[in-house]
Structures are given as C-alpha cells and as structure tokens.
Antibody, heavy 113, light 111 residues
Framework: EVQLVESGGGVVQPGGSLRLSCAAS????????MNWVRQAPGKGLEWVANINQDGSQKHYVDSVKGRFSISRDNAKSSLSLQMNSLRAEDTAVYYC??????WGQGVLVIVSS | DVVMTQSPLSLPVTLGQPASISCRSS???????????LNWFHQRPGQSPRRLIYKVSNRDSGVPDRFSGSGSGTDFTLKISRVEAEDVGVYYC?????????FGQGTKLEI
C-alpha cells in the first residue's frame, strides 16, 4: 500500500523558515516524480513544486521561486520542501503527492506573527 | 500559465440524478508527445484529494464506473451518471501538460 506521511509543519513568523518532509513507503520511490501541492484554509488546490525521479529537474510555481526548494533522497525514500522567507500567504496545508495519483494526509503550515 | 476554468462552481444535485462539471483551459492541453494531461480529483470535507480520472478519460482503480471523463483540446467534462450520497465534496480538474501545473477553482457538489 502506498503511504506518504508528511511532517515538519507548524507555526512560523513571517520571514522565517521551515522544512517539510515526506516519508514514502509501499512503492519504488525512485521510479516516480513527486510533487508538493498546497491548500490555503477554505481555498482550492495549488500545485507548488515538482521533482523528477533522479532529482535533476525541478519546477516551481512562480510565487515560491527563489524561496522554496524541493529535494529528494532516493536512498531514504523521502521528499523535502525547504521553505524560506515565508509569507502569510504561504499558510496552507501542504500535501506530498506521488505523480498525481497518491496523496499524503497533509501538514499544516501557519505563517503568523 | 494555463488557466483552468470550471463551471459551475456550485452544483446542487438530487440523489440518483446525473451531474456534469465543465473544465476549460486557456490553451490546448495536447502535449508534444500527443497525450492530453488532464486529471479530475474529488475531495471530501476534511480529507485529502483523491484522483478519479487521468489523461482525460481513464478511471483510476476503484473508481466507480458512474464517473466518466471526456473532452479534448481545451474543453473537458466530468460526468456522474447517477449521483450517490458519497459523491458530495469538491471536484477539481488539473492540467499537467505544461508548467506550472494548474488546478481549476473547484466545483462543490451538494445534495
């Protein structure tokens, strides 16, 4: 069974940093590209970042370029999202997503003073 | 960026009746490889989204056959042949033909 378990969320002040992690199991991690998708409270879904199978290609939505960095460790079957210079508008539930077919339960990030 | 526009945004339905959601993209979703990368997701309150349909019309494993996807180019539709109580929630289309990947605004289906 595919499992994606996010961690690392919490409350952070504007301008601060946070690192999200996603532990993957139940599938061959290095065979799939991975994504982060977020959902602000009461709002719709927004794709944030994507990384290919070997980590050599990364894509970001414009609003996080230069602030967020996606990475993966295939040996540990883990995905990360380093978030710097956080803003109030980054407040959301962040989902780890395998390709587009499997989603984690999400982790809440609140950016507030 | 490709803008995805769903309609309606709110869809009141009667149990056992059909329902249809439209999704239009601001540009063609046909990829250079010939595929059209358009997904449909369903999100129940308090839950993570679940993919229903991939590449326009392919149902995911375990998805009831009352769900069907169709369309081409810039115009796509999700149809539910007979709505059941468990179908309530928000439906999203998403394109992954181009970067950034983008979602529609969501359509809230309620009984």
């Amino acid at each position: 069974e595919v499992q994606l378990v996010e961690s690392g969320g919490g409350v952070v002040q504007p301008g601060g940093s946070l690192r999200l992690s996603c532990a993957a199991s139940g599938f061959t991690f290095n065979s799939f590209y991975m994504n982060w998708v977020r959902q602000a409270p009461g709002k719709g879904l927004e794709w944030v970042a994507n990384i290919n199978q070997d980590g050599s290609q990364k894509h970001y939505v414009d609003s996080v370029k230069g602030r967020f960095s996606i990475s993966r460790d295939n040996a540990k079957s883990s995905l990360s999202l380093q978030m710097n210079s956080l803003r109030a508008e980054d407040t959301a539930v962040y989902y780890c997503v395998r390709s587009s077919d499997s989603w984690g339960q999400g982790v809440l990030v609140i950016v507030s003073s | 960026d490709v803008v995805m526009t769903q309609s309606p945004l709110s869809l009141p339905v009667t149990l056992g009746q059909p329902a249809s959601i439209s999704c239009r993209s601001s540009q063609s979703l046909v990829h250079s490889d010939g595929n059209t990368y358009l997904n449909w997701f369903h999100q129940r309150p308090g839950q993570s989204p679940r993919r229903l349909i991939y590449k326009v019309s392919n149902r995911d494993s375990g998805v009831p056959d009352r769900f069907s996807g169709s369309g081409s180019g810039t115009d796509f539709t999700l149809k539910i042949s007979r709505v059941e109580a468990e179908d309530v929630g928000v439906y999203y289309c998403m394109q992954y033909t181009g970067w950034p990947h983008t979602f529609g605004q969501g359509t809230k289906l309620e009984i």
